[in-house]
């Protein structure tokens, strides 16, 4: 049976999964706390893991209140279960990333070229403003 560490980050984990009957999360307990071991599909590693890492501190961050409550130090370890075929999937997330930042820089630059980016821009800019405006009196 799973525990309610397990639990939590097993629900936080499939909703940002594509494949979420493949999210396990495995508990061990050492002189160290609690290591929660995350294996996910490897095709979802990046969602798991966000830009920058964002996405897997986040969990950690709840991972830590969670051990607030239940007095215990917990550490999360996203397991990499990719196949050999790691290096061609990597050298093809470049030449794919190369590209698109290559398609994404021309259009850029007929944007710019046109000036509609700079209405969209403005439009965008003060319709967040409005919206932001609106949560100012919240106490939060």
């Known amino acids: 049976m799973a525990t309610i560490d397990q639990q939590f980050v097993e629900y936080i984990v499939k909703t940002l999964v594509n494949n979420p009957d493949k999210v396990n999360v495995e508990r061990k307990i050492d002189e160290k706390g609690v290591l929660l071991s995350l294996t996910v599909d490897p095709d979802d590693v990046g969602r798991v893991i966000g830009r920058r ?10 991972l830590r209140a969670l051990g607030t409550k239940q007095d215990a ?36 630059e007929e944007v710019e070229e046109s000036g509609e980016d700079d209405n969209e821009t403005s439009e965008l800019a003060e319709k967040t403003r409005a919206e932001l405006a609106d949560y100012d009196d919240l106490d939060i």
Do not use: F
Not at 53 to 62: E, N, S
Not at 95 to 101: L, M
């Open 73 to 108: 130090r917990y550490n999360l370890k996203i397991v990499n279960t990719d196949d050999d075929n790691t290096e061609e999937r990597a050298e093809a997330g470049r030449n794919e990333t190369v590209s698109e930042v290559h398609e994404e820089v021309e259009e850029s």
């Open 53 to 62: 890492g964002v996405t897997a501190q986040a969990i950690r961050v709840l």
